[in-house]
């Protein structure tokens, strides 16, 4: 009864999935399409304070086209990828490129709260940064997620049991990093009011809890 049972409902389920995981590609990829339009379009929106953002819409862009297309590529042929049986070249590359991109979004989003922190707290000095710390920022964070996603395709394939704990704690520290910053900056908003006059001060304050809300 119950494999009756299963064989009813399993392949309906796998059928709704399939679409919910085909959605979320398509509007993930369509929005931040637009915004990299937007973005390229008008010159006034690249300068400092949105070089992580665009690059964000860019990690985000590459999830939506290249990571959701592999993880359809892996949900109709499973037996591409042979967890636990030992390394691959051509098995680690594709888990490596599967991983990179969402890696590279989350990645992102601690740098962003990291630079609104700073931004916040020391906002005469952060007004000096150069725009060679941004790209430097930038190149490192692709580099950091590029190194992340080799270490998360080694253990799926050699040890598969350890990649829901690596997941979890990469995921747990980020929405730490993520909490602690933006809480930091509400209360030094609140706590510290600055004079109407301070025009780039209070853009970067208002630009940081813009991104406070969106995060969220």
Known sequence: ??????????????????????TECIVIFIINAYAAFAFARNHHLRK???????????????VGAVAGTLCLYLFYYPEEIR??????????????????FPLASQTNLSLI????????????RHCLI?????????IGS???????????????LCVPEAIPYAWASYCFLTLLLLTISYTIINFS?????????????????????TLLIVTV
């Open 1 to 22: 009864m119950t494999n009756e049972t299963d064989e009813v409902f399993f392949p309906q389920e796998g059928t709704i999935w399939l679409g919910v995981v085909i």
């Open 142 to 156: 692709w580099l950091i997620a590029l190194l992340l996603s080799s270490v998360m395709a080694f253990l799926q």
């Open 48 to 62: 400092r304070t949105t070089y992580l953002i665009i690059n964000l819409t860019v990690a985000d862009l590459l």
């Open 189 to 209: 908003v609140k706590r510290n009011p600055l004079p109407h006059h301070s025009g780039s001060v209070v853009s970067d304050r208002k630009l940081s809890l």
């Open 113 to 124: 709260s990291l630079e609104r922190l700073h931004a916040t707290l020391y906002p005469f």
């Open 83 to 100: 967890s636990g049986i030992g390394f691959s070249w051509r098995e680690f590359i594709i888990l490596t490129f599967n991983n990179v």
């Open 130 to 138: 150069e725009k060679w710390v941004y790209f430097r920022i930038i």
